[in-house]
């Protein structure tokens, strides 16, 4: 299922689901909503939590639109429908650092080894995951402007409770996934983390995710399966993993081009990282860290690209395979 949350509008919240195999061809998206005014279809975070009722109804609802048995006014065209990010208020907001290759270039091109703690743990931060943005417009402040870049990334939105979870377990905790853009003021992270304290201000004014929350079943022709004899503490262990290409447009030039199977640390992994010790919940989002050339502290770091940033006016996109494609376009917010 492709789960979306729609701007009603009043402004409020719907949850709602894309139907692409129609018959006549148009994409439309199911209003949940408006089928059944219940807090559990006005909230992403209260759907999931209650999935053992709402995902059985919601499979109903998309078969009876695809009959044309709902009313009009419960199913309306992709084009017609505002979409904000599907959890725009998750419970977390976490992101990790799993693929080598972004690393070690970044830190090659700006003349430094490989960091050896990468082959220890899956090392993740949290984020502001009440700055939440969806497609569309994005306003930035005037010095988080200052070398504004992307990230090129995928995330889980974890579908129950659990804590200490095992790695080769870690898996069956995930609902679904979305394509995120970790927006970084990369002159506010720079100076911030001279003091060995962050990324805070660098990282905290957005966050993207969307447009679409993707249940697992959705993706399943892209699983790679895990191993379940690999090592559970080393990279490359054990956790499925995904081929899906992973693709930057700049106003719709392509600047990136990755994988999501090249995740040297699986989400499993960083999911069992994030959990000992700790108790999670139902509707918190773990970001990827950012795949290879998927950012342009990476590109202008290894001179694929010369000192090349996001500007107001700008139309950036991330594309995933199977996933969407989540676009913005930049502005300059006013103080």
């Given amino acids: 299922m492709k789960l979306v949350t729609l701007i009603a509008p009043d402004r409020s919240h719907h949850i709602g689901a894309l139907i692409t195999d129609l018959p006549f061809g148009q994409n439309k998206i199911v209003d949940f909503y408006e089928i059944e005014k219940n807090t559990n279809y006005s909230n992403m975070v209260e759907f999931i939590k209650h999935q053992s009722r709402t995902m059985p109804w919601a499979k109903e609802q998309i078969q009876k639109a695809k009959e044309g048995k709902l009313s009009t006014h419960?199913?309306?065209?992709?084009?017609?429908?505002?979409?904000?990010?599907?959890?725009?208020?998750?419970?977390?907001?976490?992101?990790?650092?799993?693929?080598?290759?972004?690393?070690?270039?970044?830190?090659?091109?700006?003349?430094?080894?490989?960091?050896?703690?990468?082959?220890?743990?899956?090392v993740f931060y949290f984020t502001n995951h009440l700055a939440i943005v969806g497609p569309g417009e994005v306003y930035v402040m005037e010095k988080a402007l200052e070398r504004l870049d992307f990230e090129l990334e995928v995330a889980i939105v974890t579908g129950k409770e659990g804590r200490n979870i095992p790695a080769n377990k870690a898996d069956d905790y995930i609902f679904g996934y979305m394509i995120m853009n970790d927006w970084s003021a990369r002159e506010l992270q720079t100076q911030e983390m001279k003091m060995n304290l962050g990324p805070a201000k660098g990282k905290d004014f957005a966050t993207g995710l969307g447009p679409y929350l993707l249940t697992r079943d959705e993706l399943e022709?892209?699983?790679?399966?895990?191993?379940?004899?690999?090592?559970?503490?080393?990279?490359?262990?054990?956790?499925?993993?995904?081929?899906?290409?992973?693709?930057?447009?700049?106003?719709?030039?392509?600047?990136?081009?990755?994988?999501?199977?090249?995740?040297?640390?699986?989400?499993?992994?960083?999911?069992?990282?994030?959990?000992?010790?700790?108790t999670i919940h139902p509707g918190e989002v773990i970001g990827s860290g950012t795949v290879g050339t998927g950012c342009y502290m990476e590109l202008n770091a290894t001179k694929v690209t010369d000192n090349v940033w996001i500007k107001p006016g700008d139309d950036f996109a991330l594309e995933v395979e199977g996933m969407g494609r989540l676009e913005n376009t930049i502005r300059k917010a006013n103080a």
């Fill in 74 to 122: 419960c199913v309306i065209d992709e084009k017609d429908a505002l979409l904000t990010a599907p959890v725009p208020h998750p419970v977390s907001c976490r992101d990790g650092y799993a693929f080598r290759q972004h690393v070690e270039s970044a830190r090659k091109g700006r003349g430094l080894p490989m960091i050896p703690e990468f082959d220890e743990f899956p």
């Fill in 221 to 278: 022709k892209y699983r790679i399966p895990g191993n379940p004899d690999a090592d559970a503490e080393k990279p490359n262990g054990v956790g499925d993993r995904y081929n899906l290409k992973m693709k930057a447009f700049h106003n719709g030039k392509q600047v990136s081009d990755g994988n999501l199977k090249d995740m040297n640390w699986t989400f499993a992994q960083i999911l069992a990282r994030v959990s000992y010790g700790v």
